[in-house]
């Protein structure tokens, strides 16, 4: 069964912090670029971060730089996104997502992320509220 699990989401004051993982199963990530994305109400699915299966490099939209950050364990074929001083804003579903990654840089530009043809996951809620 191929298939990306999230987990990790739920209720955090803001200021908090949150991790999210997501799980791989049927195939391996290590050949992967992962990203993680969100949809909040109202608003399109957008891209915040991706990491490469070439060199592990990774891309993090300007609203969230500084305060997420992706990383992989291709031991345990997951993925992570840890997301520090989180805000109202950041209030979204949280999806990963992974493509085939060989001669192309999957990443970028980022903005295209939303439109990969890969596998993705069924999300998972994060609410930043008081």
């Known amino acids: 069964q191929l298939q990306l699990v999230e987990s990790g989401g739920g209720l955090v004051q803001p200021g908090g912090s949150l991790r999210l993982s997501c799980a791989a199963s049927?195939?391996?990530?290590?050949?992967?670029?992962i990203a993680w994305l969100r949809q909040a109400p109202g608003k399109e699915r957008e891209a915040v971060t991706c990491?490469?299966?070439?060199?592990?490099?990774?891309y993090t939209a300007n609203s969230v730089k500084g305060r997420f950050t992706i990383s992989r364990d291709n031991v345990k074929n997951t993925v992570y996104l840890q997301m520090n001083s989180l805000k109202p804003e950041d209030t979204a579903v949280y999806y990963c997502?992974?493509?085939?990654?060989?001669?192309?840089?999957?990443?970028?530009?980022?903005?295209?992320?939303?439109?990969?043809?890969?596998?993705w996951g069924q999300g998972t809620q994060v609410t930043v509220s008081s």
């Open positions: 997502a992974a493509v085939r990654e060989g001669l192309f840089r999957r990443c970028v530009p980022l903005s295209r992320v939303p439109t990969w043809e890969g596998y």
């Open positions: 990491i490469t299966s070439s060199d592990g490099s990774t």
């Open positions: 049927g195939f391996t990530l290590d050949s992967y670029a």
